[in-house]
T-cell receptor
Framework: GESVGLHLPTLSVQEGDNSIINCAYS??????FIWYKQESGKGPQFIID?????DKRQGQRVTVLLNKTVKHLSLQIAATQPGDSAVYFC????????????FGSGTRLLVRP | DTAVSQTPKYLVTQMGNDKSIKCEQN?????MYWYKQDSKKFLKIMFS???????INETVPNRFSPKSPDKAHLNLHINSLELGDSAVYFC?????????????FGQGTRLTVV
């Protein structure tokens, strides 16, 4: 089994509660941000994105908030479900000539039944 | 249908060996990537190809050589494998290499060097 999860910050929430996962990004010039969800044994899966000209964006049960002043990004999950249990990564795209995503360190979300 | 597929899913090999990981995408994307995820779950880009041309090489050792026979495939060949190469390697693709496009990831290849 994996032991890598022991190194990750972990958020434990009760099923049905709202979850808030936070991320501090590094580059003030980054202009595009993505939240990814990674379930055990799978690749990262796109959840929601936001551009730097926005402060908030909503999807189905998820909301991303961007605070450029303090370089902070958050992902809010409403009515958290067991299927939301995963590792969540924020990723930033620096505004330079090459496309690449710089990933944050990840947060493990555990949903208690 | 699997959008980004990698083979093999698991790879266990001895130090010093040479191995390859294959990746194919059926999304019609122009850009493909290799990412490495270490034991702490940290994801870092290794390479990026756009229409078979290398765009990004993030100071990866020369032992790692990506090859893109066409824009739907990006394979990763690793020579003289070392213990520190043990990680999960993810292939990804996106539409174009311009900013502001999401990347679609494969399921990963867990490489264990013993």
């Amino acid at each position: 089994g994996e032991s890598v999860g022991l190194h990750l910050p972990t958020l434990s929430v009760q099923e049905g509660d709202n979850s808030i996962i936070n991320c501090a990004y590094s580059n003030s010039a980054s202009d595009y941000f993505i939240w990814y969800k990674q379930e055990s044994g799978k690749g990262p899966q796109f959840i929601i994105d936001i551009r730097s000209n926005m402060d908030k964006r909503q999807g189905q049960r998820v909301t991303v908030l961007l605070n450029k002043t303090v370089k902070h990004l958050s992902l809010q999950i409403a009515a958290t479900q067991p299927g939301d249990s995963a590792v969540y990564f924020c990723a930033e795209n620096p505004m330079d000539s090459s496309y690449k995503l710089i990933f944050g360190s990840g947060t493990r979300l555990l949903v208690r039944p | 249908d699997t959008a980004v597929s990698q083979t093999p899913k698991y790879l266990v090999t001895q130090m010093g060996n040479d191995k390859s990981i294959k990746c194919e995408q059926n999304l019609g994307h122009d850009t493909m990537y290799w990412y490495k995820q270490d034991s702490k779950k940290f994801l870092k880009i290794m390479f990026s190809y756009n229409n078979k041309e290398l765009i990004i090489n993030e100071t990866v050792p020369n032992r790692f050589s990506p090859k893109s026979p066409d824009k739907a495939h990006l394979n990763l060949h690793i020579n003289s494998l070392e213990l520190g190469d043990s990680a999960v390697y993810f292939c990804a693709s996106s539409q174009g290499y311009e900013v502001n496009t999401e990347a679609f990831f494969g399921q990963g290849t867990r490489l264990t060097v013993v």
